[in-house]
């Protein structure tokens, strides 16, 4: 069984468009993140929520907006997508980062065209 | 921004020989943990090495770590065609609750 499952894998979609990726990890774990990985595969956090809390929120466009309907699930909704947007986004989920590493997801490869 | 810089950026041996990457970071740190990401794959936790600790060893994965510099290593040892993949290196801050990324390091390994 995966671990952390994202859907979906790719999107390609056009600019102005609206889309969600989902996410859901079946670890128990209590913290979920998005992270963004662009071109040049740099990895930049954009949120985190731990038991449905969000405590963090980098700095990120309003356009993103996520939401944690329970502990096991992080969605993130993007609006008015733009071409710079394109990057494969990444959950992942992590039960203490003090003694353990995270668990990531495959991935989901967004194209703005 | 990142948490730190690789290096190298790229690096290319034969499948036997070690492999070593280097990391240094910017701000303290909780710990420092290692990621492997294949090509089109997420990133897998390979080690994670406490504030406190200099070294520590997984396998043919040998991390140290020295927070006077600011640095840490990676080796892998006695290289295999399959740990051709990208390698970063993460720092955990604020709390404990932000892990940040650097830039990371493409080691391919050829047979």
């Known amino acids: 069984d995966t671990a952390v499952s994202q859907t979906p894998k790719y999107l390609v979609t056009q600019m102005g468009n609206d889309k969600s990726i989902k996410c859901e990890q079946n670890?128990?774990?209590?913290?979920m993140y998005w992270y963004k990985q662009d071109s040049k595969k740099f990895l930049k956090i954009m949120f985190s929520y731990n038991n449905k809390e969000l405590i963090i929120n980098e700095t990120v466009p309003n356009r993103f907006s996520p939401k944690s309907p329970d502990k096991a699930h992080l969605n993130l909704h993007i609006n008015s997508l733009e071409l710079g947007d394109s990057a494969v986004y990444f959950c992942?989920?992590?039960?203490?980062?003090?003694?353990?590493?995270?668990?990531f997801g495959s991935g989901t490869r967004l194209t703005v065209v | 921004s990142q948490q730190g810089e690789e290096d190298p950026q790229a690096l290319s041996i034969q499948e036997g020989e070690n492999a070593t990457m280097n990391c240094s970071y910017k701000?303290?740190?909780?710990?420092l943990q290692w990621y492997r990401q294949n090509s089109g794959r997420g990133l897998v936790h390979l080690i994670l090495i406490r504030s406190n600790e200099r070294e520590k060893h997984s396998g043919r994965l040998r991390v140290t770590l020295d927070t006077s510099k600011k640095s840490s290593s990676l080796l892998i040892t006695a290289s295999r065609a399959a740990d051709t993949a990208s390698y970063f290196c993460a720092g955990v801050t604020g709390g404990g609750n932000k892990l940040t990324f650097g830039t990371g390091t493409q080691l391919k390994v050829e047979l």
């Open positions: 670890l128990g774990h209590d913290t």
């Open positions: 992942a989920s992590s039960q203490d980062n003090r003694v353990g590493g995270y668990t």
């Open positions: 701000t303290s740190i909780n710990n």
